[in-house]
T-cell receptor, first 112, second 111 residues
Framework: SQTIHQWPATLVQPVGSPLSLECTVE??????LYWYRQAAGRGLQLLFY??????ISSEVPQNLSASRPQDRQFILSSKKLLLSDSGFYLC???????????FGPGTRLTVL | KNQVEQSPQSLIILEGKNCTLQ??????????LRWYKQDTGRGPVSLTI?????NTKSNGRYTATLDADTKQSSLHITASQLSDSASYIC??????????FGTGTRLKVLA
């Protein structure tokens, strides 16, 4: 069966520090991968999606970047965090462009 | 602009009661509509999926309906349980890696 992992579960970082969140998927090949951010009281906002290794699409201009160095690994990064980067970050995968998305457990990021 | 709106924002009901959550969408093109359940601090989990030609879909005590003409969907929960306390999110897919999420309805079931 397929599983999706995210780490860390929680993170507290100072403004201006770098960020690296990792997501890995097991039990499937060539998944579509997504990074979302969920602010309190708001819907999930798509940050990036990837349909293959090295292929990254960005939905909104921002302080963050994403990379997919391996088929089942998706990394969210920032060189310098802003206060506005705080939120709940979710990684997800799907088998197709309209199929069911399976979400990871999420990372709660607090930037102070 | 693609948009998914849900109502009510929050709802409190007693255990054993039924409730209905609403979702209105303006999304084009439309591929399918899903309802997700999200427990606090966790990732969402899919409950049902409906395509354009489907009017109703059930998953245990959860029944979703879709009216493609009026672009409305509802999620009916029967005989609520304490474990139903969560946020319920309506998501519409455009079919091209774009999923439009509603802000969710926060449901609390009281004993």
């Amino acid at each position: 069966s397929q599983t999706i992992h995210q780490w860390p579960a929680t993170l507290v970082q100072p403004v201006g520090s770098p960020l690296s969140l990792e997501c890995t998927v097991e039990g499937t090949s060539n998944p579509n991968l997504y990074w979302y951010r969920q602010a309190a009281g708001r819907g999930l906002q798509l940050l990036f999606y990837s349909v293959g290794i090295g292929q990254i699409s960005s939905e909104v201009p921002q302080n963050l970047s994403a990379s997919r160095p391996q088929d089942r690994q998706f990394i969210l990064s920032s060189k310098k965090l802003l206060l506005s980067d705080s939120g709940f970050y979710l990684c997800a995968w799907s088998a197709s462009g309209s199929g069911e998305q399976f979400f990871g457990p999420g990372t709660r990021l607090t930037v102070l | 602009k693609n948009q998914v709106e849900q109502s009510p924002q929050s709802l409190i009901i007693l255990e054993g009661k039924n409730c209905t959550l609403q979702c209105n969408y303006t999304v084009s093109p439309f591929s399918n509509l899903r309802w997700y359940k999200q427990d606090t601090g966790r990732g969402p989990v899919s409950l049902t999926i409906m395509t354009f030609s489907e009017n109703t879909k059930s998953n245990g005590r959860y029944t979703a309906t879709l009216d493609a003409d009026t672009k409305q969907s509802s999620l009916h929960i029967t005989a609520s349980q304490l474990s139903d306390s969560a946020s319920y999110i309506c998501v519409v897919s455009t079919g091209t890696y774009k999923y439009i999420f509603g802000t969710g309805t926060r449901l609390k079931v009281l004993a």
